[in-house]
């Protein structure tokens, strides 16, 4: 069988070792993204499609009109909606969340009765799910009294693509597989294979495209009583992970809490945050 000019052409563009040291240099200087020896497939394979489309014949002329001048803020933003990897759940690692919602959000509550005013930011919020979880647990939190409180919670990411399906606020059913039907069924209502989630919990959230490596964009955004920095700091180097860090630091009240991914560490960073003693958590705060 005959295989259609538009699969038989996918991943025929090689990239040199040569041209992936400079394609990784030029990702890793916009977005501190660090691509380690092993994944030039990965570049490799989601870019190939890109060139075709750009009609050029290898990875230097892409990487030449990449670095041409300083405005090509276009095709970096359609590289890295393409690049990045956008893995994500409702009630990802719920161990997790449980604190979160059992520990951190009752003392928050108590915190802050006066001014009834709550900031959480999902820092790499990929598709939403991340932010509208956290919704999710405060409007169970506060119940009834949510009416009285502004709460405000802002998800960012680097791809634009991924925020505009955040904003859709409608799911596929592997974003949503690890809920019960009861929380299923409060928060989202099925048409199709899709789950679209209530009007009440998308209110509570909105999605605006921020690069962690960009310190003066995140200042924009003020202060937070908790953020959530999971699952990106892994594609990151140390001195990447400092840099973000330190913004969090700038960017967190002084009795808030910053969650990071369980197979992310602060450790061997020497930052002034300290780990809370609950292992399953990934939770600090500043010291
Ligand atoms: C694996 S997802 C994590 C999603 C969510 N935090 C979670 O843990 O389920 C990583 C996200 O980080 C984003 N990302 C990567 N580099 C970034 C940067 N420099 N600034 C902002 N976002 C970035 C990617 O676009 C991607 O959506």
């Not at 259609?4 to 040291?21: G, H, L, P, R």
Request: contains cysteine; neutral net charge.
């Amino acid at each position: 069988m005959a295989l259609s000019s538009s699969m038989s052409k996918v991943n025929t563009i090689k990239m040199t070792e040569a041209q992936f040291d400079q394609l990784r240099d030029v990702i890793y200087k916009r977005a501190g993204i660090h691509f380690l020896d092993s994944k030039k497939y990965v570049l490799e394979s989601r870019l190939s499609r890109r060139l075709e489309e750009l009609e050029f014949e290898d990875f230097s002329q892409y990487i030449m009109f990449l670095t041409a001048g300083p405005y090509q803020m276009e095709e970096f933003q359609e590289m890295f909606n393409r690049i990045t990897i956008n893995e994500t759940s409702f009630f990802r690692n719920e161990p997790q969340l449980d604190y979160f919602e059992q520990q951190v959000l009752p003392q928050l509550i108590e915190a802050r009765k006066d001014t009834k005013t709550l900031r959480l930011w999902s820092s790499a919020s990929s598709t939403g799910e991340e932010a509208y979880t956290m919704a999710i647990q405060l409007h169970r939190s506060l119940g009834i009294r949510a009416m009285d409180w502004k709460i405000e919670i802002l998800g960012t990411d680097i791809s634009e693509k991924v925020l505009k399906q955040a904003q859709e606020g409608k799911y596929p059913h592997y974003s949503v597989r690890s809920l019960n039907e009861m929380v299923l069924n409060r928060y989202f209502k099925q048409e199709g294979s899709y789950y679209h989630l209530d009007e009440n919990i998308k209110s509570m959230c909105r999605f605006e495209k921020l690069n962690l490596k960009d310190r003066v964009s995140a200042k924009r955004f003020g202060t937070f009583d908790v953020i959530f920095c999971r699952n990106v700091l892994i594609y990151f180097d140390d001195d990447m992970r400092k840099n973000v860090i330190s913004i969090f630091h700038d960017q967190l009240a002084k009795d808030g809490y910053l969650f990071i991914g369980h197979s992310e560490s602060l450790r061997s960073l020497n930052v002034p945050f300290e780990q809370l003693p609950a292992p399953q958590a990934f939770v600090y705060q500043k010291v």
